[in-house]
């Protein structure tokens, strides 16, 4: 009988992560959907305050017609920054809105606050897809909950497992985060990258519900498994953030060149300096979870098998990550790699997680072989 009813919740678990994945599939289109609409408001916005600037230009009268001419075309000028800048009170915190910052003059095109501070003007569409992923969220909870019930432990003792709860983390840290600031930009990607989690964990590394092998039997499995996903939810954020540099940062030096402006929706986006200074935290508080897993891997690999190191490759590549990350932050905290450099080994590093947890998992031997497959 309890075998039928691991069966059965697993079952469930499975339907919930299907419908998860639906979920975050329409929030991701609802996202993608208000990064359109946004950009060509943007785009209209900036046509008119060119109209506005050409007005002004017009309207303006040599300094020998007389004082009076010169102030009139002050004020002028004047009124039109102030309807530029928005309205009354929007000073106060900062928004995304193209009209304030065409007033304040960012650089490149920039208009997304750089403090990413919730901005005054309803974006529905950004609204509805933020809802949708709460429901997707709480959907997919339900699933890794069900899932813990069918497998009677916690639900990340093999790959199926480890992706589907990562996926879970990763998203609902990318909503707590939304608390506090406005990362909506990113919701198309980590939605993304969550949708293809949960894709690849039901086609690739589906497992059914089972027991976990001698060695996994321990409560080290909890604290040590539990801090990786963690630190690995937050590598999958600042992977975004660094993709999202990247592109911002070619996009301005394209504008300050003279180029047209291609990506219209990137002026959703903070610039690449502020993109890369979040980046750089996040990255700081995930090193600090990789160093614990780290070590209390160590201790458990002691507990388990009588040694601390054994040069197992799963061991060697969690080495690798650490590395690459401290590396990473050593370099951009000496102001030697910053900018597009400092992205790249952001990548780099989350490059080794994906490699760590799939080549390593599924094609090399050793002792931590828990794939499942």
């Given at each position: 009988?309890?075998?039928v009813?691991?069966?059965t919740?697993?079952?469930?678990?499975e339907?919930l992560?299907l419908?998860?994945?639906?979920t975050?599939?329409v929030?991701?289109?609802?996202?993608?959907w208000?990064?359109?609409?946004s950009?060509?408001?943007l785009r209209?916005?900036?046509?008119?305050?060119a109209?506005?600037?050409?007005?002004?230009?017009?309207?303006?009268?040599?300094?020998?017609?007389g004082?009076?001419?010169?102030l009139?075309?002050?004020?002028?000028?004047?009124?039109?920054?102030?309807?530029?800048?928005g309205?009354a009170?929007r000073?106060?915190r900062?928004?995304s809105?193209?009209?304030k910052q065409?007033g304040?003059?960012?650089?490149a095109g920039?208009?997304a606050d750089?403090d990413m501070?919730y901005?005054?003007?309803?974006r529905?569409p950004?609204r509805v897809a933020?809802?949708?992923?709460?429901l997707g969220?709480?959907?997919?909870?339900?699933?890794?909950?069900?899932?813990?019930?069918?497998a009677?432990?916690?639900?990340?003792?093999?790959?199926?497992?480890?992706?589907?709860t990562g996926?879970?983390?990763?998203?609902?840290?990318?909503?707590?985060?939304l608390?506090?600031?406005?990362?909506?930009?990113?919701?198309?990607f980590?939605?993304?990258?969550?949708?293809?989690?949960?894709?690849a964990a039901?086609?690739?590394?589906?497992?059914?519900?089972?027991?976990?092998?001698?060695?996994?039997?321990s409560?080290?499995?909890?604290?040590?498994v539990?801090?990786?996903?963690?630190s690995s939810?937050l590598?999958t954020?600042?992977?975004?953030?660094?993709?999202l540099?990247?592109?911002q940062?070619?996009?301005?030096?394209?504008?300050?060149?003279?180029?047209?402006?291609?990506?219209g929706?990137?002026?959703?986006v903070?610039?690449a300096?502020?993109?890369?200074?979040?980046?750089?935290?996040?990255?700081?508080?995930?090193?600090?979870?990789?160093?614990?897993t780290?070590?209390?891997?160590a201790?458990?690999?002691?507990?388990a098998?009588g040694r601390?190191?054994?040069w197992?490759?799963k061991?060697?590549w969690t080495?690798?990550?650490?590395?690459?990350y401290?590396?990473?932050?050593?370099?951009?905290?000496t102001r030697?790699?910053?900018?597009?450099?400092?992205?790249?080994l952001?990548?780099?590093?989350?490059?080794?997680?994906?490699?760590?947890?799939t080549?390593?998992?599924?094609?090399?031997?050793g002792?931590?072989?828990?794939s499942?497959?």
């Open positions: 009988m309890p075998f009813i691991n069966e919740m697993g079952a469930y678990s339907l992560m419908l998860a994945a639906g975050y599939t929030a991701f289109i609802a996202f993608a208000d990064l359109a609409k950009s060509k408001a209209a916005i900036d046509l008119k305050a109209d506005a600037a050409g007005a002004v230009d017009e309207a303006k009268v040599p300094v020998a017609a004082a009076g001419a010169s009139h075309a002050g004020a002028s000028a004047n009124r039109v920054d102030s309807h530029l800048a309205p009170g000073a106060e900062p928004s809105s193209a009209a065409a304040a003059g960012s650089p920039q208009t750089a501070r901005a005054a003007e309803r529905v950004a933020v809802a949708l992923t709460v969220v709480l959907i997919h909870g339900a699933g890794v909950v069900t899932r813990a019930l069918g009677g432990r916690v639900p990340w003792g093999n790959m199926y497992e480890f992706l589907t996926a879970f983390v990763a998203v609902a840290v990318f909503l707590l985060v608390i506090r600031r406005d990362l909506r930009f990113l919701g198309t980590v939605v993304g990258l969550a949708i293809v989690m949960l894709v039901s086609v690739a590394y589906w497992t059914p519900v089972g027991h976990l092998v001698p060695a996994l039997q409560y080290w499995l909890i604290i040590h539990s801090i990786a996903v963690m939810a590598f954020l600042t992977f975004a953030m660094s993709a540099q990247l592109v940062s070619h996009r301005q030096k394209t504008i300050a060149a003279g180029g047209a402006d291609k990506l929706f990137m002026r959703l903070p610039s300096l502020s993109l890369e200074n979040l980046s750089y935290r996040i990255n700081a508080i995930a090193f600090i979870g990789w160093t614990f780290l070590m209390f891997g201790i458990w690999a002691e507990k098998w601390f190191w054994g197992d490759t061991e060697v080495f690798v990550i650490w590395v690459v401290a590396g990473y932050l050593h370099a951009r905290a030697g790699w910053t900018g597009t450099r400092a992205a790249w952001s990548i780099v590093g989350y490059l080794c997680v994906v490699f760590n947890f080549i390593v998992n599924q094609f090399f031997n002792l931590h072989s828990y499942g497959l």
